[in-house]
Structures are given as structure tokens and as C-alpha cells.
């Protein structure tokens, strides 16, 4: 299937700290999209990249995707406490967005 | 515009009773989907529906659930018999008809099976 596949699995860095996580898939895509879930709650959409971008900014956040190794990867920069939630990535294929395990993040005080 | 609306946020429900999830996905979306997450776990595809139509019910469980998306109301995601299982969150999700656009989540409905 087209899931998603998060590296790390977990992820803890102290604030101010960038994170950074990755995102392998595994055929062609039209986008891929990160989300943030909070403990209990439900997915924030957090940036969408297209098939034929490279890098895309939103605040904090910056995504890339390598479609030639079918990769993308999502950095946040200057953590905040915040922060800390699991990440996913959702290559989406046609219309099917198909998410992985995740990435879950703690950024410490 | 209102999000995505989820009802109910918590469900309990005995073994062998069915468990109805509804979900209103954001104005002008006519695309939903629904998955299913476990603790501790990433979201499963369950299935994908446009109005009136189910386009891809490949993660659904053959027998017991069902889902629907009618021309007027909400989207159904009906469990029949529920057993311990089938406790879980369950996420709807809709966008626009567009390819290159977002998913946006509801909060979820939380099944407890007793």
C-alpha cells in the first residue's frame, strides 16, 4: 500500500532545538500532507507539498520532498513545548491519503 | 465554516449492540473519509465515499460495518454487533472535490466496547 513510513519513531529534544522527521513512501503521489495530532485529539493539518515542489515554508515548519527517492521530510525549528505531539505524513495517491505510525515528538522544558 | 463536526466525541456501547458515527464533513466538501486509529498507532484507511456513493471500501470489514454519504445529511459509519475490538477512535475527514487540496479532520468519535 502507499503508507506513509515515519523515521523516527520518537523524537526528544529540548526547546528551542530543531526537529527534524522523515517520510518515505512508496509510489507516485499527487501531494504529500504532514499533520500534527495531539494526545486524544484529532489530526491539524499542518502543510500540504506537491508532487512537482521541492520545499515548502509555513512559520516554523518546513517541508521538502524528493520524489526521485520518494522522501520527504518535515523540520521544525526553534521547538516550543507546544510542540510536542506525533507528526504523520499522508502521501496522497489519487484520493487515497494513507498515513503511517507517526513520529512522536517531546520537546522538553 | 464550521470544521468538520464528529458525534457523538464518546460512545460506549455494549457487545453485540450497533454503534452509529456521524460525520458532517466542512461546507462544500463532497468528499469524506473515515479511518480508525488504535492507541498508540498510526490512522487505518476504512473507507472513501463522494455523495451517494462508496468509491473505495477496501479497509472496511466485510461484515458488520457499513458506511454511507447521502445527498442530504451526514455520513453514517455504522457498526453492527459491536465487539471489544472494534474500540477505537474513528476519524472522518473530508475535502473539496479538487485533487491537490486538504484533508481536514474532526475530532473524532471514541468507541468504547463493554
Known amino acids: 500500500s502507499q503508507q506513509g513510513e515515519e523515521d523516527p519513531q520518537a523524537l526528544s529534544i529540548q526547546e528551542g532545538e530543531n526537529a527534524t522527521m522523515n517520510c518515505s513512501y512508496k509510489?507516485?503521489?499527487?501531494?504529500l500532507q504532514w499533520y500534527r495530532q495531539n494526545s486524544g485529539r484529532g489530526l491539524v493539518h499542518l502543510i500540504l507539498?506537491?508532487?512537482?515542489?521541492r520545499e515548502k515554508h509555513s512559520g516554523r515548519l518546513r517541508v521538502t520532498l524528493d520524489t526521485s527517492k520518494k522522501s520527504s521530510s518535515l523540520l521544525i525549528t526553534a521547538s516550543r513545548a507546544a510542540d510536542t505531539a506525533s507528526y504523520f505524513c499522508a502521501p496522497r495517491e489519487d484520493y487515497k491519503l494513507s498515513f503511517g505510525a507517526g513520529t512522536t515528538v517531546t520537546v522538553r522544558a | 465554516n464550521a470544521g468538520v463536526m464528529q458525534n457523538p466525541r464518546h460512545l460506549v456501547r455494549r457487545r453485540g449492540q450497533e454503534a452509529r458515527l456521524r460525520c458532517s464533513p466542512m461546507?462544500?466538501?463532497?468528499?469524506v473519509y473515515w479511518y480508525r486509529q488504535l492507541p498508540e498507532e498510526g490512522l487505518k484507511f476504512m473507507v472513501y465515499l463522494q455523495k451517494e456513493n462508496i468509491i473505495d471500501e477496501s479497509g472496511m470489514p466485510k461484515e458488520r460495518f457499513s458506511a454511507e454519504f447521502p445527498k442530504e445529511g451526514p455520513s453514517i459509519l455504522r457498526i453492527q454487533q459491536v465487539v471489544r475490538g472494534d474500540s477505537a477512535a474513528y476519524f472522518c475527514?473530508?475535502?473539496?472535490?479538487?485533487?491537490?487540496?486538504?484533508?481536514?479532520f474532526g475530532q473524532g468519535t471514541r468507541l468504547t466496547v463493554v
Open positions: 461546507k462544500g466538501h463532497s468528499h
Open positions: 507539498i506537491r508532487s512537482n515542489e
Open positions: 509510489t507516485s503521489i499527487n501531494n
Open positions: 475527514a473530508s475535502s473539496p472535490l479538487t485533487e491537490n487540496t486538504e484533508a481536514f
